[in-house]
């Protein structure tokens, strides 16, 4: 018999995050499939913790949901462009096989990531056509979901932010928290 949705999760934020998302303190899950009935009330707690591979993930459910989260196109120039880009491989390489859904969060608009920060055209390795042709190479290569958006820099933003990326690991772990097998598809 399958058990039921806790009454708190908790979020575990990484050491290393300068300006963390804001998650709720509470969320409202909606009844699915296999969890019939009125929409359950979860209190959410956070706790910073050094994450040996991504920003954020669920204490209860650790190996499900990791999300990296990348501030913009500076920040994915600097990894993907320059010297730090093996480091930044070989984390996203553990990042990948540290969850079954590992997704990273890229805040900035498609507009703002192919905005060109120099001041010539061409191919380059600052290239913003460089960086977002080698980061789609990564996340398709490490199986890595990507989510584009815009910044989250006010509070409201990040509590936003927060709340959509807190029900989206929720969501992914829900099956886990109920001990129902997932289906998993053999290349």
Do not use: W
């Amino acid at each position: 018999m399958p058990r039921s949705l806790p009454r708190q999760l908790t979020v575990e934020v990484d050491t290393r995050e300068k300006i963390p998302l804001v998650f709720p303190q509470y969320i409202s899950v909606p009844p699915t499939a296999s969890c019939v009935g009125q929409p359950k009330k979860i209190r959410i707690l956070t706790k910073k913790v050094k994450l040996d591979a991504g920003d954020y993930r669920l204490k209860e459910c650790p190996e499900i949901c990791g999300i990296e989260r990348k501030s913009g196109q500076s920040e994915l120039l600097s990894n993907l462009t320059t010297k730090d880009y093996s480091r930044f491989y070989k984390a996203l390489q553990r990042f990948s096989l540290g969850y079954l859904f590992p997704i990273m969060l890229v805040e900035a608009t498609p507009s703002i990531l192919m905005a060109d920060p120099l001041p010539t055209g061409g191919l380059r390795k600052t290239d913003p056509s460089f960086m977002v042709h080698r980061l789609s190479l990564l996340v398709s290569l490490l199986h890595i979901h990507l989510i584009v958006g815009g910044h989250s820099r006010s509070v409201a933003q990040r509590r936003n932010v927060g709340r959509f990326m807190l029900h989206l690991m929720v969501g992914l772990s829900i099956p886990t928290i109920l001990g129902i097998k997932l289906d998993t598809k053999e290349s």
